[in-house]
């Protein structure tokens, strides 16, 4: 009976996903006419897509969102397609499509990634369920297929998306492991890598790919009324009928540091992840209001990463140290607190959750202090054809943090423990950890 709850629990994942995808296009739809919706959508394809280019700026509200839906329907279709079974991991990736494809990812441009990784999996001869969340988190570099498709033409664009896709899967799994489980965004730090290959040849060959900044600002009101609708449905979801239990759930899982891999939805049950879901997210919106930030695709994009991530390894306890050390760092450096990049910082940033909830809080402070700065530099070289720049300078500080606090920090703050959570929900049915501990490898 616990198993086939939990099974349930997991098979409602592409489903809901699919609701949230749905939703996210009637919401579009009811902000513009079919034409402008249409219009919107060929300016969006048209585009570059570098960083930051948000598509609420470009196209508007509605176009924007309509295409956050369609692209996160596309990848919960492939995700069903490849018949791989969901989990955290999968409310990451689509968590993540949904919010970049409100800046930098469309219809169009996702796709010669995903087939390039496809490809990949076939000469390997192993099934594409084995690399799927990676082809779709891949498209981190879809800006590169829109770049060269405007300057070069389409057969560059699609050429070179396929390459892309084909090498990125063991780059990602090298990038993965020298990363120590202290970035979330381990893809990408690999992405980042790749471009970093990527935009030096281009300028060798006469592009100029440079970084951009197309920001919407107004549209705080309807978008955080909308957004906060949506987090408190998460947690009154959550609470369901057994809100006591729930919370104590919660508790447990406030307690886990997040450090990579940490599949809350294979170790919790499935109220504690929705309620989780709902807080980061109103932690989020209300982390932007608070600051005289704006609402608009790129911060959108953020958000619904973090909400993502609220499945795989964030919590308010180990994220608000990151969002908070941000903050302090704005106060030192020559950029404006609610400057965008520093915006996204203080959201994307959470990617050094882990730091926090390994080490302690004031580690997480330190940490969102270095990224506060680095990301800020770290792009440079990418001119905007990653759209993970603060994974990739997540990656950076993880790298160079984690062997310095484990040689000097003696005592660590203590995290609930593997064989207690399963302990402690042993009715729920989770796996047990040696099939934990393989999935997760997997």
Known sequence: MAKTIVRRYHQAILPGSAVFGLALVLFGMTRAAPMEIFAGLRAIIRSEDVLITDYIAVAGVGPAFVNAGLVTLISVIILKLVDGPPNGATIVTVGLMAGFSLFGKNIANIWPIIIGTGLYALLRKETFAHHVNVAL????????????????????????????????????????????????????????????????AFKAFGMEPSSTLVW??????????????????????????????????????????????????????????????????????????????????????????????????????????????????????????????????????????????????????????????????????????????????????????????????RRRRPVLEEEDLFAMFEQAGPQDPEELRQNEKE
Not at 140 to 162: H, K, Q
Not at 393 to 408: C, K, N, Q, R
């Open 137 to 200: 988190r891949a498209t981190a570099l879809a800006p590169v297929v829109s770049f060269l498709s405007a300057e070069v033409g389409p057969a560059a664009g699609i050429i070179t998306g396929l390459v892309i896709g084909f090498f990125i899967p063991p780059v990602a799994e090298h990038a993965h492991r020298i990363q120590n489980g202290m970035n979330l965004y381990s893809l990408g730090f690999a992405c980042g890598l790749m471009g970093m290959m990527l935009v030096p």
């Open 216 to 409: 919407s600002e107004g549209n705080n009101l309807l978008l955080g009324v909308a957004l906060e609708v949506l987090c408190l449905f998460f947690i009154v979801m959550g609470l369901g009928r057994k809100p006591l239990e729930t919370l104590r759930a919660y508790g447990s899982l406030l307690r886990t540091s997040g450090r990579a891999p940490s599949d809350y939805v294979r170790t919790f049950p499935a109220g504690a992840v929705l309620l989780n879901i709902g807080v980061n997210g109103l932690i989020a919106t209300c982390w932007i209001l608070l600051t005289r930030g704006d609402l608009n695709g790129a911060t959108i994009g953020a958000i619904f990463t973090i909400m993502g991530f609220s499945a795989y390894g964030k919590h308010p306890l180990n994220i608000l140290p990151v969002m908070a050390g941000v903050l302090l760092g704005s106060l030192t450096n020559h950029v404006e607190f609610n400057a965008p990049a520093l915006q996204l910082a203080a959201l994307f940033g959470t990617t050094l959750a882990p730091i926090a909830g390994t080490f302690g809080w004031p580690f997480g402070i330190l940490a969102g202090l270095i990224h506060s700065s680095v990301v800020l530099q770290a792009g440079l070289p990418l001119e905007g054809m990653n759209l993970y720049n603060n994974g990739f300078s997540g990656g950076l500080i993880a790298i160079v943090l984690y062997p310095i606090l484990t040689t000097l920090v």
